[in-house]
């Protein structure tokens, strides 16, 4: 399973290479969404993947019987999710006034911050 | 105790909720202002603290470490907090006066206090992930204040700043990621332990990598600073201030906690790029300053070549070449942000950041030229102010161990920051102002120049203070190096006298 996990995460991480090498913000932005991805899946498969039981306590207990399956790589994985929906949410947001503002989603056509041209 | 810990990041989290429901009204800058000064307030207690009892932490929720989350400060975090909060009401003050209703109305106040929070969470925090957490709500404000206003500058700058940010965050997530599955742990007391029974120091050392990279994007270090000088000149001066006076300083600081507590195996491999890296970035940002023609971007592109000293110091890793890197981060914030809002005063009476297009404060509003020539000539390193100290430190400690190069090149970097500032001080202060008129501060309504004023003339006064009497700053920056170097009081204090025993 971990040699099947690595493979997915391989094949993730170049597709996301790929698109982000595009002159176009907007493929840059989907390659970093599946880098970031391909990231959470790595914390998930280090965090070693156990046929465990659901680490649940029975109640009156003070720690959950043997052989249950470590949560907190899941705990990490989901905090990554909810921070990089926000974060992937502001810069789908920001590419699209950039398109609306600047009137293209080429990074080598966006110069309103460092004009081209000689230094005065 | 805990509490102690928790309030910096508590005070600028409840002031920013403060500041939203307030942003209507004209309330809302005054609420900013005092929570930072609550914050200093706090942050010096929590300095005090550390100064009489050495290393303190703090478990989160009261679960014991390394289970929870902790919450240290030792004399780095707590200088860095005190800085950051003295920052803070820095830039507070001088919003007032400069962000416009309508920002104020967008949530500027809001935005600001959260990054505020991020930083100091990021200072205090004793856990990697908790780390990351706080670098992304840092990141998240900061994006928020950049573009606020959505200037077509500003927007395209956001593009650069959010995505090399993205990329170093995808960077620290796969380290974190693999040094848990390596260790089980992510306490960062509990991993300078840990790190140390691992059979496989290699792939600890390729980890080790990652993490450099990741905070050297934040710290902006060469190769990977380019998204600082494009975004830092778009936004408001006292975002541009906070920017530079902080963020970059989070990656140093982590850069610097990471390298002394987790990743010291390997040192003559991972301290040896970082050498290298220390002396391009000091080149490449100064040589990068002296190209540029814009108050502004000259100054963006010398905070670049300042993170270099910090980064030399760490690199170096002797006592004194650590204690010069405390030293040089307490001044350069204090310097660097002071040298933003002067930019912004020059800017608003000038009508310009361009230099052609700039002249005749030294005639006609010499107060200011004067308040600049305090932190420019810091900033260069003359005597006797701050930064002379700094630097001669940090060269001493190369000397000391006979890394001739790298003082040259700390030398070498420190003449052509004169020549930057020179260039700076020539053609908007000396030279008449090519359209012939005369920027006078008296342009400004009164309470403008006070707001102004204040905080520019009290970082000026904290680096000649520093600059004339060095001594019991060098003290601290000697004992927090020391604090460093032997992590024990550090691993000590955050998981109790069982050490070793615990994992």
Redesign the interface.
């Known amino acids: 399973m971990e040699f099947l996990l690595a493979i997915t995460i391989g094949v993730m991480v170049a597709a996301a290479v790929y698109l982000?090498l595009a002159r176009n913000?907007l493929r840059?932005?989907f390659g970093?969404i599946l880098?970031?991805n391909a990231?959470?899946l790595?914390?998930f498969?280090?965090?070693?993947l156990t046929p465990g039981a659901p680490p649940l306590i029975k109640e009156g207990a003070y720690a959950p019987a043997e052989g249950v399956a470590n949560a907190?790589?899941q705990a990490?994985v989901l905090?990554?999710i909810v921070?990089g929906f926000?974060?992937?949410a502001?810069?789908l947001v920001?590419?699209y006034?950039?398109y609306t503002?600047?009137g293209t989603l080429y990074?080598d056509e966006?110069?309103?911050?460092?004009p081209k041209g000689p230094?005065? | 105790m805990s509490w102690l810990l928790a309030l910096p990041i508590l005070i600028p989290f409840l002031t920013a909720i403060c500041a939203f429901f307030l942003r209507r009204t004209g309330w809302c800058r005054w609420a900013s202002v005092i929570g930072s000064g609550v914050l200093l307030a706090v942050s010096l207690l929590l300095f005090a603290t550390v100064l009489r009892e050495g290393v303190v932490a703090a478990q989160m929720g009261g679960w014991p470490a390394p289970f929870g989350i902790t919450l240290v400060a030792d004399g780095l975090s707590a200088v860095m907090v005190v800085i950051t909060a003295i920052t803070a009401l820095a830039v507070a003050v001088y919003a007032s006066a400069e962000i416009s209703e309508r920002q104020v109305f967008l949530g500027y106040h809001a935005l600001f206090q959260v990054l505020i929070a991020g930083v100091c969470g990021a200072f205090l925090t004793g856990d990697l992930?908790n780390l990351?957490?706080w670098f992304?709500v840092m990141?998240?404000a900061s994006?928020?204040l950049l573009?606020l206003g959505?200037k077509?500058?500003?927007?395209?700058?956001?593009?650069?700043y959010?995505?090399m940010n993205?990329?170093s965050?995808?960077f620290f997530?796969?380290g974190?990621?693999?040094l848990?599955?390596?260790t089980g742990t992510l306490n960062m007391a509990d991993l300078s332990l840990a790190v140390q029974q691992l059979e496989n120091q290699s792939l600890l050392t390729v980890v080790a990598v990652m993490f450099m990279v990741a905070f050297g994007v934040k710290a902006a270090l060469f190769p990977l600073f380019f998204w600082l000088p494009?975004?830092y000149?778009?936004p408001s001066f006292s975002v541009s201030a906070v920017f530079a006076g902080l963020l970059t300083k989070v990656g140093v600081y982590a850069l610097m906690r990471a390298f002394t507590l987790i990743f010291v195996e390997d040192v003559a491999y991972t301290h040896q790029i970082l050498l290298w890296v220390a002396c391009l970035t000091m080149l490449t940002g100064v040589l990068g300053a002296a190209?540029?023609?814009d108050f502004r971007k000259i100054l963006s592109f010398h905070i670049v070549s300042q993170i270099g000293y910090m980064i030399l110091g760490l690199a170096l890793y002797t006592p004194l070449a650590l204690a010069g890197s405390v030293f040089y981060l307490v001044h350069h914030i204090i310097v660097k942000g002071n040298l933003f809002l002067i930019s912004g005063v020059a800017r608003r009476i000038t009508g310009s950041t361009?230099l052609?297009k700039m002249g005749g404060l030294y005639k006609s509003a010499p107060v200011l030229a004067f308040l600049f020539l305090i932190p420019a000539f810091s900033l260069a390193g003359f005597p006797p102010l701050s930064g002379f100290w700094a630097k001669f430190i940090l060269i001493k400690a190369a000397l000391e161990i006979e890394m001739w190069w790298a003082a040259g090149v700390a030398l070498f970097v420190g003449l052509l920051t004169i020549y930057s500032m020179t260039k700076i001080w020539a053609q908007a202060f000396w030279e008449p102002h090519p359209e012939e008129i005369e920027p006078s501060l008296k342009s400004l309504s009164n309470f403008a120049q006070v707001a102004l004023l204040l905080p520019i003339a009290g970082l000026a006064l904290l680096t000649v203070v520093i600059g004339l009497n060095p001594e019991p700053f060098m003290d601290f920056a000697t004992s927090a190096a020391g604090q460093l170097l032997d992590p024990s009081d550090y691993v000590q204090a955050v998981l109790g006298v069982t050490q070793g025993g615990t994992r």
């Open positions: 982000m913000v840059f932005i970093l880098i970031s990231a959470n790595a914390i498969t280090a965090g070693r907190l790589p990490l905090t990554a921070i926000g974060l992937f502001f810069a920001l590419v006034r950039a503002t600047l990074s966006m110069d309103a911050a460092e230094a005065q | 992930f990351y957490v992304e990141l998240i994006f928020g573009v959505g077509k500058s500003q927007i395209d700058a956001g593009i650069r959010v995505m993205l990329v965050t995808v997530l796969t974190v990621g693999f848990y599955g390596m494009a975004a000149h778009t190209a540029q023609s361009e052609s």
